[in-house]
């Protein structure tokens, strides 16, 4: 199955968790006090992804990677597991007491408004253009309706789900910007187990006052184990994918859903001015949508623009230099492919001196006049780090532009960070999906490559990836056993 259509089906599955949960908590609230809905909604999701773990990998293994992730980068696991889980649990669960479940999802609709705010800030490689931001301000405007035109008008209520919604996008772009990485499925888990050790002190001063009806109880269960695990297993998975801002707005259609539920189970009704706003909600966030897809694909020169930057970025992080040695210095790594001119090269360094990433100087010439170094400025060495660290998708599995990035791996401080560029690349070369003449999710056989010459592309790729493989596999061994370098 291709990216682009694995990804929309992600969405999908994302989109319909999403929506139910409104309506369940709605019913499971009915029984249970928020905070032990919390913590019985978040320790089901964390046993289901535990049992999904262990029958891919085993129990021991899978309580030893939750564990390492968590020894690893405890201060954002304690921070996603409260953001992503904990604290909008309570919020949504106390304010459904007092806002319709329709409502209550259209306010949250509002998270992708607050996660561009936040990337435009955190994320500068995903900022918003200016359409997009437009289209995210008019959903904005259609949110504070939403929070106005309940009958009575605005209830101090409103503000829980909102509250929530922030919460939401500060998960999302924890999981994007530190967390992106690593497995889905651990992460997942550990997020989970997170959520359930926060809430389980408020969770145990509240259990005399649980009642035991079933479909309350039933409610809760299909939250945890279908919503909470699978459910969020997915949205993690899809925000590794893509943008932050992207990813949530792939789940758009999620107030649809709590709406028609809540008002053919619950008899929920929204006011005409809600009706109103939520269109216009839902209609700014699908003009996004439309945009984003629009944008989302680089073009040729884009790409060769980040490729030509990186290697400015790393040849001058070991020293300064002038144009003409920087030149010959690129064109012996890349030129092969993308032959380097003075018309490219000049525009690349103007950019980069205009974000203050790299200055000029003049020096004076042997016998000739002065010539004009650049070098990195501080921000640019922070800004190759960035993006040695976090390479985006066609970086990895791009072989030329792979090849680039590791050329100035060496650069980063931490081994740590070094190794996890390497798996990445490694996981890529072991997916069994990738390679040449792909049909139906399988590589052909020997005997159906009837050119010889596609045979012959089949047995030097497989060749090439045997040694990348074997090399790498060796590196990472050395980098396990030496201590991390990170200053």
Known sequence: MSFRWSTGLIGLWVTLTLGVPFLLISIAGRA???????????????????????????????????????????????????????????????????????????LLAGTPIWIAVGTHVL???????????????????????????????????????????????????????????????????????????MASPFAAAHLSRVTWRPGPWLATVLLGVVCSGLGWLANTVLMQRVSAVRASLVSFAAPVVSVLLGAIVLGEHLSSLQSAAAGVVLAAIMAFGVLSRATARPSARREVRVILELAILGFLSEHAMHAYELRKRITVLVGHVRPVSDGSLYPALQRLRRQGLVTRRSEPGSGGPARQVFELTDEGQAELRRRLTEPDELEITDRNKYFVLLAFLHLLPSMRAQATVLRRRLEFLDDPGRGF??????????DELTSPFRSGIQHIARATTSAERAWLGEMLGRMEEAPDTAS
């Open 437 to 446: 003449f792909v049909h139906d999710d399988r590589v052909l056989r020997q």
């Open 123 to 197: 994320l500068p490689a995903e900022r918003l253009r200016p359409r997009q931001a437009a289209c995210l301000a008019v959903a904005l405007g259609g949110t504070a309706l939403l929070t106005t035109g309940a009958p009575g008008g605005f209830t101090v209520w409103s503000v829980l789900p909102l509250a929530a919604a922030v919460s939401y996008a500060a998960g999302n772009l924890l999981v994007r910007g530190r967390l992106r990485h690593d497995d889905a499925l651990t992460l997942t888990c550990a997020q989970m187990t997170v959520a359930t050790v």
């Open 32 to 106: 249970l006090p928020a905070d032990l809905l919390t913590f019985v909604r978040f320790a089901l999701a964390g046993l289901t992804l535990l049992t999904v773990m262990a029958m891919r990998r085993g129990l021991a293994r899978s309580v030893a990677d939750v564990a390492g992730l968590l020894r690893a980068k405890p201060g954002e696991m304690l921070a996603v597991g409260l953001c992503s889980a904990a604290l909008p649990s309570v919020l949504i669960t106390l304010g459904e007491h007092h806002v319709a479940s329709g409502v209550t999802a259209l």
